[in-house]
Structure formats: C-alpha cells, structure tokens
C-alpha cells in the first residue's frame, strides 16, 4: 500500500496522473490519467504488443480515447 502510495503521489508531481477527492464521509478517491500521461498512449501500446507477442499477458483497452 505504501509503495502504490508513493508511486501515485510521484505520478501526480510528473503531471502524469491526477487525483479527484469526493470528500465524503467515507474516503473516496479516483485517480486518471492526465491529458499530458494520455500522451504515453503509444508507448504503452507498444509495451502492450510486444508483451503479447512474446507471451506477456497485459490489460490496456486499446479503444478508450482520453476524456476530453
């Protein structure tokens, strides 16, 4: 938990990803990717291709475009 702690809150400083507090009563955050970490897309795509090539089982849903 820690590690995935530090590793959003570094994400979140590059401009990668951006975090939305709900403020509720219980705690409800939500995290996505920013216009600037949508522009990965390629790169992870690519990551994403060469894993299945050589047996790499992955999850990207190469169809969802970025929020607008």
């Not at 938990?1 to 219980?26: F, P």
């Not at 995290?31 to 990207?60: D, K, Q």
């Amino acid at each position: 938990h820690r590690t995935l702690s530090l590793q959003l809150k570094q994400m979140i400083e590059s401009g990668l990803v951006e975090r939305h507090d709900y403020k509720t009563n219980a705690p409800h955050v939500e995290y996505n990717l920013s216009e600037f970490g949508h522009s990965l897309r390629p790169v992870l795509c690519a990551m994403h291709e060469w894993g299945t090539a050589n047996g790499v089982p992955a999850h990207i849903d190469k169809t969802s475009e970025p929020a607008a």
